[in-house]
């Protein structure tokens, strides 16, 4: 009986965890703010949606800026979700559970991979370490194009372990290779730089030809006749497939599939909201499309927490001490190569960067797997030394601790978290972007609704928003607030962004509340004197 529940404990904690953050979902999504982006991202899924429902003689969505340019896969299921007759009176709400659930699905998908790497111990440990990340788990209920994007990533990376482990299983491979193209089609039609996997694929398949040197001599002309067969009809499955599926699930691409595929790839591989736009990092305002060669290299260090860092970085050195003593794990590189890759090329080919981790997000998933190695190997090391293992079990829980209490007080903004090395919160406000989302305008929003009254006596009170929507903030505001621009009752801001990018406006008006975290102020609603 015992050892029957060792061998199930990995799946029984798997059960218990996702049962948990799905609970998660539904019980916290309210609390989480809009950002300046989903409006206009609900509008362009609620035109895709339309155009699908006319069969193509609504075509609203090419009117929307640029958003023809964004895949509008995940939109899409979002605003299905929204029309029905049932949910329609929690519109709202439906988007940011829909958009936690595609965050939950990418750390199913980490375990998954964790799983085709054939250690279920992995499993748990990615799933605790990604459920543990501040910047992935504050962006799952208002981030509909780089949660659901990093979701599907990884569940490309599975689709990919999966097929290797069947490459041997008569048949199995080519459905294998089917799921790999369904899947990467998705991927590519909720972000077009997905389509970086058809580069990666090249080079996990050479190292199927570097393995034929363990072939005798005598079988490996036969072996590498098949093995060159079953590459070539894997390949003109998935690169084809993926392309068909993408196409239909992207009605701007269905239109003109090679011209409007390579403008869009054109476009997201330097976007910019604005070719003069600045960022604020390591203390001095920067260019969003020209940013320092070392951005991703330093919001990964301080974006990460210390105790996931640590483990990464023994992932690292583990796997390749394997590679020197020649006993190092093949799928590992797999993963290695879906974080390693992308991030060579974002660092090469000078991508446009800006809201912290926001446009690399997807290699943290990838990351965190080789972190959970990282932690196995670590403890399976000093599991030789009783002292040194119940030293690290106590790190283990002080980590633990340290992070969780960090995510709670940060809530519901835990995508600004910053580690110790730039000194929290504190230390990030001076060198580094916080709300870049603009969520803590709920905040502001919830405590002016509460307290409008102790500074106005009109009717109806005014207030102006300096964010893109005014429905950002006034989706918590009593239906007769009325916005505008000129001399209104009250002024809320970001105060970042009036300190850092676009100066301050009503420079009379003064302070009555501020949203704060850790002493930081991120949101202030100011009055007319």
Not at 141 to 157: E, G, Q, R, V, W
Request: a positive charge; one cysteine or more; charged letters at 10%.
């Amino acid at each position: 009986m015992r050892k029957k529940i060792q061998q199930h404990l990995p799946l029984i904690l798997l059960g218990a965890s996702f049962l948990i953050l799905l609970i998660f979902v539904f019980l916290k999504a309210n609390d989480y703010g809009m950002t300046w982006d989903e409006p206009v991202q609900d509008a362009y899924g609620t035109f895709v949606y339309q155009w699908y429902r006319s069969h193509g003689q609504d075509i609203m969505f090419l009117q929307l800026s640029n958003l023809r340019y964004y895949g509008p896969f995940f939109e899409f299921i979002v605003s299905f979700f929204q029309h029905i007759p049932l949910l329609t009176a929690h519109y709202w709400h439906v988007r940011a559970v829909i958009t936690g659930f595609a965050g939950v699905m990418g750390i199913g998908a980490v375990a998954a991979c964790a799983f085709e790497l054939g250690q279920p111990w992995l499993a748990v440990i990615s799933t605790f370490l990604l459920s543990l990340y501040p910047r992935y788990i504050g962006d799952i209920f208002h981030n509909s194009k780089d949660i659901p994007f990093a979701a599907f990533y990884c569940l490309t990376l599975w689709a990919i372990l999966h097929l290797i482990n069947n490459w041997n299983k008569k048949y199995t491979w080519i459905y294998s290779s089917l799921l790999v193209s369904i899947i990467l089609g998705m991927t590519m039609a909720i972000r077009v730089i997905g389509v970086i996997w058809w580069g990666i694929l090249p080079i996990i398949a050479a190292f199927g030809w570097i393995g034929m040197r363990r072939i005798s001599k005598k079988k490996r002309k036969n072996a590498m006749i098949t093995l060159a067969r079953k590459q070539i009809i894997s390949f003109l499955i998935i690169y084809p497939i993926s392309f068909v599926v993408m196409t239909v699930l992207w009605p701007y691409i269905l239109m003109d599939p090679f011209a409007n595929f390579w403008a869009s790839l054109t476009l997201m591989s330097h976007f910019a909201v604005s070719s003069s736009a600045t960022m604020l990092f390591l203390g001095h305002l920067v260019s969003q499309t020209q940013p320092p060669r070392d951005y991703t290299l330093v919001w990964i260090a301080v974006g990460t927490p210390l105790f996931t860092l640590f483990c990464i970085i023994s992932g690292l050195i583990s796997w390749i001490h394997g590679w020197i003593k020649q006993n190092g794990n093949a799928m590992l590189g797999i993963v290695f190569l879906s974080f390693f890759l992308p991030l060579i090329a974002i660092i090469t080919l000078d991508s446009t960067l800006y809201n912290a981790l926001r446009q690399f997000l997807f290699v943290i998933p990838p990351l965190i797997i080789f972190a959970a190695f990282g932690f196995v190997s670590l403890f399976q090391y000093l599991n030789k030394y009783k002292l040194l293992i119940y030293s690290g079990i106590i790190i283990c829980i002080i980590s633990v601790i340290s992070i969780a209490t960090t995510m709670m007080t940060l809530h519901p903004y835990e995508y600004i978290y910053a580690n110790s090395l730039t000194g929290g919160l504190p230390g990030e406000d001076t060198h580094f972007e916080t709300d870049y989302w603009a969520t803590s305008f709920i905040g502001c929003g919830k405590w002016l609704a509460n307290h409008y009254q102790q500074y106005v006596t009109t009717q109806y009170p005014t207030v102006f928003p300096r964010i893109t929507d005014a429905i950002v903030l006034t989706r918590y505001l009593p239906p007769n607030f009325k916005v505008i621009q000129d001399n209104p009752d009250f002024y809320v801001t970001l105060v970042q962004h009036d300190a850092y990018n676009q100066g301050a406006i009503f420079p009379r008006y003064k302070v009555i509340y501020q949203e704060k975290r850790y002493g930081v102020a991120l949101c202030e609603v100011k009055t007319r004197p």
